[in-house]
């Protein structure tokens, strides 16, 4: 990305001369085609035995070494085009021809019949032949202000949907600011980033990507006045220069005018999904005085909007600052966590209520910061999933988790299923499937003491991919269950569809479920569907003997929660296992 910003800002500085102004390739063009047709003249002149004298080899000097030189420093001053430079290079020629006969009539070069003739001829030998060169000269230098015009579009817009690129629309808040400051008026710039592009990329490919970011633009760029501006910096991301405002509270229409625009359905290739998109807004002259402040000001609202729900959009704060840096360092201190191994597991107790013995465990991250103590997943799961760190620290908590399993099993303990949540972007790796049965072969571990727990969120995207990967596992004997079921994008055709084994209820329901009638009425419900589809379900989150009878009334057979136990490493966990689900430990 930087070598092609910096291509593209050599490729801009070189341009300045653009815009059909003279260039020194076509200037030298210029004086090589004079050079050319007084060589000639003269040389016809001797050819015919006319008479040469002094005088004209002065003059033909000063064309050369005077008139040239003249044209080519005022074209380069005045930015001249060729189609006014060359006029007035002839205009000369013809004006120094005539000036050399008026030095004949007053000079000693008194033969001034002889001296017409000579200029006559030579006139005639400059129109004749000088336009032809000069109309090749012409063609070439078009061209080549063609090629530079090409290169000046590639430096300063976007190629793929048109719109000005990073530089170009930093360039134009420049200005307006200069313009705004002068006229004591606001501006605002929003940064806006597309929800779920990379899903969809992944999915359909990066034409169909393409399309996506194609029409994108066209809505963006129709949902504006004529005096604000647009550009794409790169990937997903777009920026919109709102000019002459009010208040704030304009730049929240803009804001929520193009998002509206953004959440309808795209329409493409016999497909309909819809993406949304988060939106930072920073104002002029509030939240910066310079284009690059107010960028990364917009920019840094932006992603407060992903981290509160992806879609939607927010003005800058000064805190927000603050959030960025601990950001930063977060995702710093996330590298070395994996580099130094501070990532632990915790392992909570999944119980059969019939038997009232432990079937199951599910293996929880945690992260043990040298000076931070534990910090909790929710503080740095989502970084993990931002960044792509998530993939080989799910790989590390799979190929963990299943040698655990086995290391409990040569211990003495009941083969029980080990669960392991997935991310979707894990899931959605190319080598997913391998990797799992990698760990299950490098840990020895049977694969149907192995539960991998995804989201519903995975099969919004490559379903048909989705559905592959899951028949495969599933025909190794490994389980799958949905976590959280009923939070996210719940289908029934998913669940008749995928190769699925157990629902797990959310917590959320269960919280609920004694003195909420909606909760009770949910679990409830999903219990009974799953019994008719022949799936095992699960109830996470129990921690209250009132919650334990609900479940056993409705027939939900397996449950987790505080009841039993809290997640504990696994030392901690071995002692208390053989009597852990008779005295519901807590």
Same mark, same amino acid.
């Given at each position: 990305m930087n070598n092609k910003r910096v291509m593209s800002n050599e490729v801009g500085e070189g341009n300045k001369w653009t815009s059909g102004s003279m260039n020194n390739a076509?200037? +030298?063009?210029?004086? @090589?085609? #004079?050079?050319?047709?007084?060589? /000639? $003249?003269?040389?016809?002149?001797? !050819? %015919?035995?006319?008479?040469?004298? +002094?005088?004209?080899? @002065?003059? #033909?000097?000063?064309?050369?070494? /005077? $008139?040239?030189?003249?044209?080519? !420093? %005022?074209?380069?001053?005045?930015?001249?085009?060729?189609?006014?430079?060359?006029?007035?290079?002839?205009?000369?020629?013809?004006?120094?021809?005539? !000036?050399?006969?008026?030095?004949?009539?007053?000079?000693?070069?008194?033969?001034?019949?002889?001296?017409?003739?000579?200029?006559?001829?030579?006139?005639?030998?400059?129109?004749?032949?000088?336009?032809?060169?000069?109309y090749f000269a012409l063609m070439d230098n078009r061209h080549q202000e063609k090629l530079e015009s090409k290169l000046f579009f590639l430096a300063y817009h976007d190629m793929l949907t048109g719109l000005p690129n990073r530089k170009m629309f930093e360039e134009h808040m420049e200005t307006a600011i200069v313009r705004h400051k002068l006229n004591n008026q606001s501006l605002a710039v929003l940064f806006i980033d597309l929800v779920r592009f990379k899903n969809v990329n992944?999915?359909?490919?990066?034409?169909?990507?393409?399309?996506?970011?194609?029409?994108?633009?066209?809505?963006?760029?129709?949902?504006?006045?004529?005096?604000?501006?647009?550009?794409?910096?790169?990937?997903?991301?777009?920026?919109?220069?709102?000019?002459?405002?009010?208040?704030?509270?304009?730049?929240?229409?803009?804001?929520?005018?193009?998002?509206?625009?953004?959440?309808?359905?795209?329409?493409?290739?016999?497909?309909?999904?819809?993406?949304?998109?988060?939106?930072?807004?920073?104002?002029?002259?509030?939240?910066?005085?310079?284009?690059?402040?107010?960028?990364?000001?917009?920019?840094?609202?932006?992603?407060?909007?992903?981290?509160?729900?992806?879609?939607?959009?927010?003005?800058?704060?000064?805190?927000?600052?603050?959030?960025?840096?601990?950001?930063?360092?977060?995702?710093?201190?996330?590298?070395?966590?994996?580099?130094e191994e501070q990532f632990v597991l915790f392992y909570q107790p999944q119980i059969k209520i019939e038997s009232n013995r432990i079937i199951g465990m599910e293996a929880l991250l945690r992260w043990r910061h040298p000076n931070l103590g534990l910090i909790p997943p929710g503080e740095f799961i989502p970084l993990a999933e931002e960044t792509g760190l998530i993939i080989p620290i799910g790989e590390w908590v799979l190929r963990t988790a299943c040698k655990q399993n086995v290391a409990w099993q040569q211990a003495g303990f009941e083969p029980m299923k080990m669960a392991v949540n997935i991310s979707p972007i894990q899931f959605h790796q190319g080598c997913f499937v391998e990797v799992v049965l990698d760990a299950l072969q490098e840990s020895g571990l049977d694969p149907q003491y192995l539960e991998l727990e995804i989201t519903e969120g995975i099969a919004m995207f490559q379903v048909d991919q989705v559905i592959h990967k899951l028949q495969i596992l599933r025909n190794h004997g490994v389980q799958i269950s949905i976590d959280?079921?009923?939070?996210?994008?719940?289908?029934?055709?998913?669940?008749?569809?995928?190769?699925?084994?157990?629902?797990?209820?959310?917590?959320?329901?269960?919280?609920?479920?004694?003195?909420?009638?909606?909760?009770?009425?949910?679990?409830?419900?999903?219990?009974?569907?799953?019994?008719?589809?022949?799936?095992?379900?699960?109830?996470?989150?129990?921690?209250?003997?009132?919650?334990?009878?609900?479940?056993t009334s409705v027939e939900c057979r397996e449950i987790q929660g505080y009841i039993y136990s809290r997640p504990l490493p696994a030392h901690e966990l071995t002692h208390i296992m053989p009597t852990i689900a008779a005295h519901h430990v807590g």
């Open positions: 076509s200037l +030298l063009c210029i004086g @090589l085609v #004079t050079f050319c047709s007084y060589t /000639v $003249i003269i040389s016809s002149r001797i !050819v %015919l035995g006319m008479e040469l004298d +002094l005088l004209n080899y @002065l003059m #033909t000097g000063f064309a050369l070494l /005077v $008139i040239v030189p003249f044209v080519y !420093v %005022l074209a380069r001053r005045r930015a001249m085009k060729t189609a006014y430079f060359i006029p007035l290079l002839i205009l000369l020629f013809v004006i120094a021809e005539l !000036v050399e006969v008026g030095i004949r009539m007053f000079t000693t070069y008194a033969d001034i019949h002889k001296g017409m003739l000579y200029t006559l001829y030579d006139i005639a030998g400059l129109l004749l032949f000088m336009p032809p060169m000069l992944n999915t359909f490919g990066h034409n169909f990507g393409d399309l996506l970011l194609i029409e994108a633009a066209d809505r963006l760029r129709s949902s504006l006045r004529s005096i604000d501006h647009i550009s794409r910096p790169g990937g997903d991301e777009f920026c919109v220069l709102i000019e002459e405002l009010t208040n704030a509270e304009d730049a929240h229409k803009v804001a929520q005018k193009l998002l509206t625009q953004l959440t309808l359905p795209f329409k493409l290739q016999g497909h309909e999904l819809r993406i949304g998109c988060s939106i930072g807004i920073a104002l002029y002259p509030d939240d910066g005085g310079d284009p690059v402040t107010l960028m990364k000001n917009a920019d840094t609202a932006m992603y407060r909007v992903k981290e509160h729900g992806k879609t939607g959009f927010q003005r800058y704060t000064a805190e927000m600052n603050d959030t960025a840096i601990q950001t930063l360092i977060m995702e710093e201190w996330l590298n070395k966590a994996l580099e959280d079921f009923g939070t996210g994008y719940s289908s029934l055709t998913y669940l008749k569809k995928f190769p699925i084994h157990k629902l797990k209820i959310a917590q959320e329901f269960v919280r609920g479920l004694t003195f909420d009638p909606d909760d009770a009425a949910i679990v409830q419900a999903i219990i009974a569907m799953a019994h008719s589809l022949k799936l095992d379900v699960i109830a996470e989150g129990v921690e209250t003997n009132e919650q334990l009878e609900f479940l």
